[in-house]
């Protein structure tokens, strides 16, 4: 079976320093799989070079089994990858409702002239979005729902943010999500709701997740797999355990821990 | 000691707002702006605009010296007697300045100063001095500046529901004033009696009129205001969508009913003044679509009035001017002026969006940088000798075509202003919907955070053509009024004003809103366009409002209604939301799951 994103020997290097050097990694359809190492180990420069913020200097991205290298990076979210960002990226002033329906546009299509003469399909397509929008906001119970829908997205609180933005990238229907340290800066019972939120986003949406993660509680609990990375390589691959014990990692990764 | 320190702290601002007041006082005489406002009597035969002008600096410093303060989040009034202590400390200093500016004149002789200074002359002092001698006057000028102070002091710690009707009532009688070649004509021709409003000879408000002013505004907006409070009080279901949509309706019906009725009121003056508001209503719906709406930075705006005047005069055949006379220019079609529109529109989408394709990937200050050069570079070409046989260069296009639908002329102010007035809802409308549609949710979001709306599914690019040709269509549609209204197109250094203007409506108004962009029209050109009093000083005018908005209501007059009414609720309906459904955001340690 194919893999639904495949990494090849990627390369990208900002000036001298080589933020990625030839990391290979793939994702299977219906996996979650962890991205771990060091600050500065390249994790979230491979996420914009898959999601096409970047260009790859060498390799090759594929998902489904077709290369997206060069790809604009609404392209690759219309093919079915959404992502998060590492610090929350919300469009603060609109509302948490229009945040969400923001996601919905590569799956709509009406234009301008469908809006001025107000036609019967952009009228559907409209109470469509929303409430595709109202279920991607649904899917955190009781928080981003009623009143909240419509205020503007900074009023929220931090946690909420790091929800709404998740939100709006599950209400692009993607195939493949990307989750950039989702539970950075949240609290414990925060980041043990939103690790059973990662498992029910493969469970009942049928996703396939790619996620960055410091917490270690939420990588063992979620991960089919564990890749560990540094220097923009990949240093070691599998199950938590596999990983957890694996010297490489310990020294480059969790050799802080061990030595405090 | 630490009293003292206090003490000094909550002085300073007055100080400091004082000085800049007296500054503003000074600058406001010497420039001449105080006599040149003194023949406008507003009220009676004392209150002239340039009295107003002579009490606003004391009174607006006061006013913005007295800081709310804040504790624990929370912004609490001050108190009465702070406030009117910095106001007198602040509109006293002010007063001093103007005084003491007033003395060392006087030390040197106006006519000395005057041959630098030439709008300082002894008319000026006699206003100044309020016509009762130097050391009389300098005393007037001091005493004047503590009591405005005072005054503005106090109204800053009134509460807001006194404040707003007063305010409010104040500003109606000052617009009444200023309103009096027109308010008189409209209740003249309603056969109205208005000799207790309006004197037949000073032509301003009389007392009494002005007192019947300030009572009916002010009680009305109090009611008004005690009726939102008390519709507020109650919960948020009350308020049916469908009983705000029928009130909407009928305003907006009765709206368009007295725009209908009011030139076969005012005259043709105030058509005048409408029609040339118009055209700046629909330049700057054009802008709003880009800078708005877009967030993109547009200064060279008024290159699409230039191509919206070009297109139509030529499209319906106009003349040059040239040594022999005139002559036809070597492009011109003869057709109508309503078959030529939809191809003018059309030709401000392609110029747009032609504009675009090279600005795509820069961003704020660069791609502000770029359209201002865009602008100079049309006025440039159309005045060029390269482009002279078509656009007969420096001096232009004459004899557009006057001939509207049938009967109507576009010369008429009357016919004008009904033309201009349909344009202008037909954008106001096209502005509308987009902006609560797909396109503007898309616009919005780019504007917002342009790589997220990217990460998004949002095709940037794409989104950034359409804001450019979108917004060159509807304002070239304002060139192309223009240039049927006055019948000539005439080149000049005047692009980079109309570009200057129309961005100056667009934040004055508000940023992405249609109303405040009709409201900025009005005030910036239909008010210098009532006085000719103003005509002289109108830049100088646009300077400080647009300096005054930036710091006080960085916003726009009429921002997002939605979203601050929004803002204002947040509090109320979590408040009720809580009471509903209990806080979901109430967290308990959770000592079972963290022991895993």
Redesign the interface.
């Known amino acids: 079976m194919t893999p639904l994103l495949e990494v090849v020997g990627i390369t990208k290097h900002f000036g001298g320093l080589y933020a990625l050097a030839g990391l290979d990694l793939h994702v299977d359809e219906g996996e979650i799989v962890s991205v771990i190492g060091p600050n500065g180990a390249g994790k979230s420069t491979l996420f914009n070079v898959v999601t096409g913020l970047y260009e790859p200097d060498e390799g090759e991205v594929r998902f489904q089994a077709e290369s997206i290298v060069g790809f604009r990076p609404n392209q690759i979210t219309k093919l079915g990858v959404a992502r998060t960002f590492q610090n929350v990226h919300l469009f603060p002033n609109m509302t948490v409702l229009e945040n969400a329906m923001v996601g919905q546009h590569c799956r709509t299509r009406s234009g301008v002239f469908g809006a001025i003469f107000q036609t019967p399909s952009t009228r559907r397509e409209e109470q469509l979005i929303r409430e595709r929008a109202k279920a991607a906001l649904g899917f955190f119970g009781p928080r981003l729902t009623g009143y909240r829908q419509e205020q503007p997205a900074f009023v929220l609180s931090y946690a909420n943010r790091r929800r709404l933005e998740m939100a709006r990238a599950l209400a692009t229907d993607p195939k493949l999500i990307l989750l950039d340290e989702p539970t950075a800066g949240m609290n414990p019972r925060e980041t043990l709701e939103l690790r059973d939120h990662i498992v029910r986003m493969r469970d009942e949406l049928g996703l396939t997740v790619l996620v960055i993660e410091h917490d270690m509680r939420v990588v063992k609990g979620v991960s089919d797999r564990v890749i560990a990375c540094d220097y923009g390589r990949k240093i070691a691959e599998g199950t938590y355990e596999e990983v957890a014990t694996d010297p490489q990692v310990i020294e480059a990764y969790l050799g802080t821990k061990a030595a405090g | 000691m630490r009293r003292r320190s206090e003490v000094r702290a909550s002085i300073s601002p007055g100080v400091r707002a004082g000085l800049i007041g007296g500054i503003a006082l000074v600058y406001l005489a010497m420039v001449g702006m105080i006599e040149a406002f003194d023949d406008l009597l507003l009220i009676g035969e004392q209150v002239t605009l340039g009295l107003v002008l002579l009490a606003a600096p004391p009174f607006a410093a006061a006013f913005l010296a007295v800081r709310p303060r804040v504790v624990g989040g929370r912004v609490e009034r001050p108190a009465p007697l702070s406030g009117l202590v910095i106001g007198v400390i602040a509109g006293g200093i002010s007063g001093a300045v103007i005084a003491a500016w007033l003395l060392i004149v006087e030390a040197i002789g106006v006519e000395r100063v005057r041959s630098v200074f030439v709008a300082v002359s002894p008319q000026l002092i006699e206003i100044l001095t309020f016509g009762q001698g130097v050391a009389v006057g300098t005393l007037i000028l001091l005493l004047g500046g503590m009591a405005l102070g005072a005054l503005g002091g106090v109204w800053r710690t009134l509460r807001h529901g006194l404040r707003l009707p007063l305010s409010v009532a104040v500003g109606a009688v000052l617009l009444m004033g200023l309103l009096q070649r027109i308010a008189p004509t409209i209740l003249d021709e309603l056969s109205v009696e208005r000799d207790w409003l309006y004197s037949k000879v000073t032509f301003g408000l009389t007392w009494l009129g002005a007192v019947a002013v300030f009572v009916v505004t002010a009680s009305v907006t109090a009611f008004v205001i005690d009726r939102r409070e008390r519709a507020e009080a109650r919960p948020?279901e009350a308020g049916t969508p469908q009983g705000r949509r029928a009130t909407r309706t009928v305003l907006l019906l009765a709206l368009a009913l007295g725009l209908i009725v009011l030139p076969q009121l005012a005259g043709t003056i105030v058509s005048e003044i409408l029609g040339s508001v118009g055209v700046y209503v629909l330049l700057a719906l054009g802008l709003n679509i880009v800078t708005g709406y877009a967030g993109m930075l547009h200064l060279g705006f008024g290159a699409f009035f230039l191509i919206g005047a070009y297109s139509a005069a030529l499209l319906t055949g106009a003349n040059l001017v040239t040594a022999f006379g005139l002559v036809a220019p070597e492009f011109s079609a003869h057709l109508n002026f309503y078959v030529a529109l939809p191809i003018v529109i059309a030709i401000g989408a392609v110029v747009g969006a032609l504009l675009a394709a090279p600005v795509l990937r820069l961003r704020g200050d660069y791609l502000a940088i770029v359209t201002l050069a865009f602008g100079q570079i049309a006025a440039i070409l159309v005045t060029s000798n390269w482009l002279q046989p078509i656009t007969g260069g420096p001096q232009g296009l004459r004899d557009v075509t006057d001939a509207g639908l049938s009967g109507l002329s576009f010369r008429d102010p009357q016919d004008f202003y009904y033309l201009a007035l349909a344009f202008c809802a037909l954008a106001a409308?096209?502005s509308w919907?987009?902006a609560s549609?797909?396109?503007?949710?898309?616009w919005?979001?780019m504007r917002?955070?342009e790589?997220?709306?990217?990460?998004?599914?949002?095709?940037?690019p794409r989104y950034k053509l359409?804001a450019f040709a979108?917004g060159g269509a509807i304002g070239s549609v304002g060139g192309a009024l223009f240039a049927v209204k006055v019948g000539t197109v005439q080149p000049g250094s005047f692009e980079i004003l109309v570009s200057i203007t129309t961005l100056a409506i667009v934040i004055l108004g508000g940023l992405g809103s249609v109303p405040g962009v009709v409201v900025g029209a009005l005030v910036l050109i239909g008010l210098p366009g009532l006085l000719s009093q103003f005509e002289e000083y109108r830049l100088l005018i646009y300077g400080g409002v647009l300096v005054a908005i930036m710091i006080l209501r960085p916003q726009g007059l009429i921002p997002n209604v939605r979203?601050s009414r929004?803002?204002q609720e947040?509090e109320r309906?979590?408040d009720?939301?809580q009471q509903i459904?209990g806080e979901?955001?109430a967290?308990?340690?959770?000592a079972a799951?963290?022991a895993?």
Do not use: C, H, K, S
């Open positions: 948020p409308y096209v919907r987009l549609a797909r396109t503007g949710r898309a919005n979001a917002e955070d790589q997220v709306a990217d990460a998004m599914g949002v095709n940037t359409l979108i979203r929004e803002l947040d309906t979590q009720a939301w459904f979901p955001e967290e308990q340690e959770p799951e963290e895993r």
